[in-house]
T-cell receptor, first 112, second 115 residues
């Protein structure tokens, strides 16, 4: 059973398009995250939700909009995609306060 | 601002050698974690250390948390090709939202072990 699953795994799209990445966790965790990993492998937090409430919102363009319909799901919608958005996006979850984060397998986004 | 500095950034060694990866900061952490990420996958937790001076062993891997809880090291004995991967340290900073699960990641050490 996959603990944190995200779809799609690969996404190639043109500049200016709008796309979404979906994420689900079956661990019963209260907190979910979106991380971005750039080409140099640096992993940086974008958003965090705790029980459907946004608690961390780093300096991210407002073209990125997370949505959490329930505490097991956290989706990421990106408007007007730009070349610089190309990266691997990881969904993750944790049960605070252990802070142990469980990552999904990542979604490889390529904007052309 | 990079809260956690990892070194070295790249490490390429032969099977059987020993190695140490360092994770340093000027900030104090309530806990520090080490993850390993393999190509095409997400990071997977290896260990969490929470007490200053703590040492944890995971087979051939030894993790140490500094006495002041500002740094950590990962030592691998007799490295094997299966140890190849990206090793990431991540810290929860005291007084900066650590109870909300915020972790700050280092830039990682890419380890390659050749047979």
């Amino acid at each position: 059973d996959t603990a944190v699953s995200q779809t799609p795994k690969y996404l190639v799209t043109q500049m200016g398009n709008d796309k979404s990445i979906k994420c689900e966790q079956n661990l019963g965790h209260d907190t979910m995250y979106w991380y971005k990993q750039d080409s140099k492998k640096f992993l940086k937090i974008m958003f965090s939700y705790n029980n459907k409430e946004l608690i961390i919102n780093e300096t991210v363009p407002n073209r990125f909009s997370p949505k959490s319909p329930d505490k097991a799901h956290l989706n990421l919608h990106i408007n007007s995609l730009e070349l610089g958005d190309s990266a691997v996006y990881f969904c993750a979850s944790s049960q605070v306060p252990t802070n142990t984060i469980y990552f999904g397998e990542g979604s490889w986004l390529t904007v052309v | 601002t990079q809260l956690l500095e990892q070194s070295p950034q790249f490490l390429s060694i032969q099977e059987g050698e020993n190695l140490t990866v360092y994770c340093n900061s000027s900030s104090v952490f309530s806990s520090l974690q080490w993850y390993r990420q393999e190509p095409g996958e997400g990071p997977v937790l290896l260990v969490t250390v929470v007490t200053g001076g703590e040492v944890k062993k995971l087979k051939r891997l030894t993790f140490q948390f500094g006495d002041a809880r500002k740094d950590s090291s990962l030592h691998i004995t007799a490295a094997q090709p299966g140890d190849t991967g990206l090793y990431l340290c991540a810290g929860a900073v005291v007084g900066r939202g650590s109870t909300l699960g915020r972790l700050y990641f280092g830039r990682g050490t890419q380890l390659t072990v050749w047979p």
